[in-house]
């Protein structure tokens, strides 16, 4: 089998082959920033149906370390997860830590938010940490740009990121060719598209990047705060110009609306924060759409908070219950709301490949 295969192209349904084990498109990844999905233990995960998770090369490296993933020989052992990983490279961190960081062409220097150590990233030592952990997909080093962003910024911010690009691809090589690694236990290297809301630019990413070649391509850039209809417009644009037999992930979106918008473009995979955190906040997302289950309205609800929904928290849980958690801050409601946020996203894919 082939790293990708597709199964149909209108809808765009397909097979992304990893070092541990085979996923489903159009799929989404539940965010493990740090190594865990936050209040759900791995096993939950599995039930869910989760069939990969994302975690944060950046994060990884500051805690636990390399040190510690090393003797556990990865991140999968470490978190007692057997499904394949797919780990971001610190791109968003250039994004979002922008008071505490600087680029240059050769990377990005950081003044820790954790204890104020400098941390560098180049392409190479990120490449160099995703081995570490023991991603199944890696991310190459990118700048994101923020939204609005002139032209001539995003156009010198996307010469820095094709030469990253490049840079990230030769010594991806080059480690795969040291540790002589198989097909079939070598990961992934996906190629990130940038240049704003600039449709010259996009262009030029994805003509460069694929011409240097990688296994699937995200585009990036397109959840930093720019309107609806610009994410839409250049998410539209970059589906319709990346290669057909390459995964396309659209990173960091988002809401299902989105997501359902994005999959009738061609894109096959996804990652957000958004179930998991609002679920934190008690809104709970339905077939009716969202609920906000601290609302005085549920205290007398003995209703399950989606009675459509086959998740174990609306199989046995009531919004009146689920409403006296969040009063409570009792942690079990964070738990209850995450599970059927996940189950809730999971399912919408699900419900895509049919």
């Known amino acids: 089998m082939p ?33 865990a999905v936050k209040t759900l233990t791995t096993q939950e995960m599995k039930t869910l149906g989760a069939d990969i998770i994302l975690s944060n090369t950046y994060h990884l490296f500051q805690r636990p370390g390399l040190e510690i993933l090393k003797k556990h020989n990865g991140l999968h052992a470490f978190m007692n997860w057997s499904g394949p990983i797919l780990t971001d490279s610190g791109g968003f961190q250039v ?15 950081f003044n820790s938010e954790i204890d104020g150590k400098k941390i560098t990233l180049t392409p190479e030592s990120v490449i160099d940490t995703q081995f570490v952990i023991g991603s199944d997909i890696m991310m190459v080093l990118d700048e994101c740009p923020p ?30 060719k040291q540790k002589k690694l198989t097909p079939t236990k070598r990961p992934l290297l996906f190629g990130i598209v ?50 057909k037999d390459k995964p396309r992930y ?34 709970l997302y339905t077939t009716k759409g969202v ?38 801050n009792e942690l079990l409601g964070l738990r209850l709301a995450t599970i059927h946020n996940l189950h809730f996203y999971l399912n919408l894919m699900k419900g895509f490949r049919k």
């Open 3 to 35: 790293t990708f295969k597709l199964l149909s192209q209108k809808p765009r349904r397909g097979l992304l082959k990893t070092p541990h084990g085979i996923v489903p498109t159009p799929a989404f990844m539940p965010i493990a920033t740090r190594g």
């Open 95 to 109: 994004f979002s830590l922008t008071r505490l960081r600087k680029i240059t062409p050769e990377g990005v220097t």
């Open 147 to 176: 939204w609005p962003c002139d032209y001539e910024y995003a156009k010198k911010s996307l010469a820095t990121t094709l030469d990253w690009a490049q840079r990230s691809k030769n010594h991806f090589e080059k480690r795969v």
């Open 194 to 243: 940038q240049g704003g809301t600039h449709e010259d630019l996009r262009k030029e990413s994805i003509t460069r990047l694929v011409k240097i070649g990688f296994d699937g391509y995200a585009i990036g850039g397109v959840a930093v705060g720019e309107p609806k209809n610009e994410m839409k417009r250049i998410t539209k644009m970059c589906t319709a110009l990346l290669p």
């Open 250 to 283: 659209l990173m960091g979106v988002g809401k299902p609306e989105d997501i359902k918008m994005a999959v009738s473009f061609g894109v096959d995979m996804f990652d957000c924060v958004i179930p998991t955190r609002e679920a934190r906040h008690g809104q």
């Open 291 to 328: 609920m906000k289950i601290k609302n005085e309205r549920y205290a007398l609800d003995t209703r399950p908070p989606d009675t459509s929904c086959t998740c174990f928290t609306c199989k046995n849980y009531s919004r009146s219950y689920l409403r006296h958690l969040f009063s409570i």
